[in-house]
């Protein structure tokens, strides 16, 4: 089974803050990797699907980038909506899906 | 309005069962594989289940296989979870998840990104 890893696994930030998340995974699994972000009592919702296309409707300060076993999220500039738990998720390993542990992102 | 909304959560003992739904407005439900997603209180996400836009391929994750039973009517535009067997560590609350790819035919695999989620449903399994 293919293990996913973020880090950091908590970040402290201000507003207007550039943040880059890592996601690892333990075997290459090409661009088949999605992020999402989750605030409290929220489902998640997508961000980046294919490593690097941006979901319809999210703001372009978020962007993908990665293939193979390494992979970053960054959030150009921070934002106070922004605030949350970030994730990423693996859709090569059939027919596993398989999430990273997660990233929180907090006020600094 | 484009939108996913789940039932059936409840407190069931261990062994016990418990089935629920997910129904779906807004797209063509047929043409979309459909996946349930859990998360335990305070933890990640876990992938449960899958099944395509026609039903005919179904898939699971290790820890329900041979409890849970995924199945959708698309007649009726919804997505059902047949959960037996039931123990502690299924305690979560459960999203159904639609993908984000549109399947014009009825052999599409899933694309397994989720891009329309539900509110989620609470299942506590508990004596």
């Not at chain 1, 992020?35 to 489902?43: E, R, S």
């Not at chain 1, 500039?77 to 693996?90: I, K």
């Given at each position: 089974?293919?293990?996913?890893?973020?880090?950091?696994?908590?970040?402290s930030?201000?507003?207007?803050?550039?943040?880059?998340?890592?996601?690892?995974?333990?075997?290459?699994?090409?661009?088949?990797?999605?992020?999402?972000?989750q605030?409290?009592?929220?489902?998640?919702?997508?961000?980046?699907?294919?490593?690097?296309?941006?979901?319809?409707?999210?703001?372009?300060r978020?962007?993908?980038?990665?293939?193979?076993?390494?992979?970053t999220?960054?959030?150009?500039?921070?934002?106070?909506?922004?605030?949350?738990?970030?994730?990423?998720?693996?859709a090569?390993?059939?027919?596993?899906v398989?999430f990273?542990?997660?990233?929180?992102?907090?006020i600094? | 309005?484009?939108?996913?909304l789940?039932?059936?959560?409840?407190?069931?003992?261990?062994?016990?069962?418990?089935?629920?739904?997910c129904?779906?407005?807004?797209?063509?439900?047929?043409?979309?594989?459909?996946?349930?997603?859990?998360?335990?209180?305070g933890k990640?996400?876990e992938?449960?289940?899958?099944?395509?836009?026609?039903?005919?391929?179904?898939?699971?994750?290790?820890?329900?296989?041979?409890?849970?039973?995924?199945?959708?009517d698309n007649?009726?535009?919804?997505?059902?979870?047949?959960?037996?067997?039931?123990?502690?560590?299924d305690?979560?609350?459960?999203y159904?998840?639609?993908?984000?790819?549109?399947?014009?035919?009825?052999s599409?695999?899933p694309?397994?990104?989720?891009?329309?989620?539900?509110?989620?449903?609470?299942?506590?399994?508990?004596?």
């Amino acid at each position: 089974d293919i293990q996913m890893t973020q880090s950091p696994s908590s970040v402290s930030a201000s507003v207007g803050d550039r943040v880059t998340i890592t996601c690892r995974a333990s075997q290459g699994i090409s661009s088949w990797l999605a992020w999402y972000q989750q605030k409290p009592g929220k489902a998640p919702k997508l961000l980046i699907y294919a490593a690097s296309s941006l979901q319809s409707g999210v703001p372009s300060r978020f962007s993908g980038s990665g293939s193979g076993t390494d992979f970053t999220l960054t959030i150009s500039s921070l934002q106070p909506e922004d605030f949350a738990t970030y994730y990423c998720q693996q859709a090569n390993s059939f027919p596993l899906v398989t999430f990273g542990p997660g990233t929180k992102v907090d006020i600094k | 309005e484009v939108q996913l909304l789940e039932s059936g959560g409840n407190l069931v003992q261990p062994g016990g069962s418990l089935r629920l739904s997910c129904a779906a407005s807004g797209f063509t439900f047929s043409s979309y594989a459909m996946s349930w997603v859990r998360q335990a209180p305070g933890k990640g996400l876990e992938w449960v289940s899958g099944i395509s836009g026609s039903g005919i391929s179904t898939y699971y994750a290790d820890s329900v296989k041979g409890r849970f039973t995924i199945s959708r009517d698309n007649s009726k535009n919804t997505l059902y979870l047949q959960m037996n067997g039931l123990r502690a560590e299924d305690t979560a609350v459960y999203y159904c998840a639609k993908d984000l790819g549109y399947c014009s035919s009825t052999s599409c695999p899933p694309d397994w990104y989720f891009d329309l989620w539900g509110r989620g449903t609470l299942v506590t399994v508990s004596s």
